[in-house]
């Protein structure tokens, strides 16, 4: 109904007698009694709107989207602790619906903040994913100031055009945008298992592994590879120039969730399963180099970004 629309769309409070708008085709050819029920059917579903409007008000979306397979349910299951969600390449693990979680530190009355969880956008080959993360595109009118866009880029891959489209749109001064690079180790260990041997017969042959002149080599390939990443995220989610943004270019972090980089820490049960770092350097260089966070500072930086 427009008139309730309207109602619901009004600035807080509600305009004190917004009842006798909905009711005025009505009042003239209604029964006294009639009109009594009207009024205070009226009553309860507009108190029941201011309500809703209330919670709204303070509710909080974490929106997590990227392409397929780039860590989306794996940040919620490693840093979240949202477990019942499953992750992974396998069709099991694909996620196939938007799904909402309570933040560990939200509670749905006091403190409503979700974190959702949507399919990867930008599959060619399952379209309806990507019709399902579009329906969030109207969230933002809905919870003004109340949306932060989580989008997570697999380091070393272009994301698809519709994935593309998706974040520009779902970017808007009204959502606050967070990017999160995943899979920077593997990435570096792809380059430099190819420029390796090269460095070894040129600029450093005879040099021993242990020289400094090694590690210096190194951080110009990691400085290069994160213009790399830097410039494809910018690609992505621009730089803050675009017509309607806020201004400002998107906070960028780095996480290595899985494999060899997030073995350092794990616990006693964890460390027998777990991958080893291809050099002992490679862990201190690559964190050094990228900033990467752990998962302790992974949730404290989206955390404080929620205004948790």
């Known amino acids: 109904d427009p008139k309730v629309h309207a109602a619901f769309n009004s600035p ?8 006798q708008v909905l009711l005025s085709d009505a009042q003239g050819a209604a029964s ?3 009109v009594g029920e009207r009024e205070r059917a009226a009553r309860r579903a507009l108190s029941s709107l201011q309500s ?13 989207g990227g392409a397929p397979d780039v860590g989306k349910t794996t940040i919620l299951r490693e840093v979240f602790g949202c477990r019942h969600l499953m992750a992974g390449l396998s069709r099991s693990g694909r996620t196939e619906q938007i799904a909402f979680s309570l933040h560990p530190e939200g509670d749905e009355r006091s403190c409503p903040v979700y974190m959702v969880d ?3 956008f930008g599959d060619g080959e399952c379209l309806y994913r990507n019709d399902m993360a579009r329906l969030l595109l109207g969230a933002g009118s809905w919870l003004p100031g109340g949306v932060t866009l ?7 891959r ?66 290069e590879l994160k213009e790399e990443v830097a410039a494809g995220v910018a690609s992505i989610v621009g730089a803050g120039e ?19 980089m997030a073995s350092e820490g794990a616990d006693e049960e964890e460390e027998e399963f777990a991958a080893r770092p291809p050099w002992p350097w490679a862990h201190r260089e690559l964190t050094a180099a990228f900033g990467i966070r752990s998962r302790t500072e992974l949730r404290s930086w989206l955390d404080e970004r929620l205004g948790l």
């Open 32 to 34: 006294a009694e009639a």
């Open 242 to 260: 675009e017509e309607g943004s806020s201004g400002r270019p998107p906070e960028v972090a780095y996480a290595c969730l899985g494999g060899w």
């Open 150 to 156: 989580l989008w997570v880029v697999k380091a070393g």
């Open 118 to 120: 949507t399919p990867g």
């Open 158 to 223: 272009s994301v698809r055009q519709e994935a593309d489209e998706f974040l520009r749109n779902m970017a808007a001064p009204r959502s606050a945008v967070l990017v999160v690079v995943t899979h920077m180790d593997k990435l570096f260990e792809e380059r430099y298992r190819e420029v390796g041997p090269h460095w070894r017969e040129g600029p450093l042959k005879g040099v021993p592994k242990d020289d400094p002149r090694w590690a210096k080599q190194r951080s110009l390939l990691m400085a």
């Open 52 to 64: 809703q409007r209330m919670v709204l008000a303070r509710t909080r979306l974490l929106v997590i």
């Open 12 to 19: 807080v409070p509600l305009h004190e007698d917004p009842w």
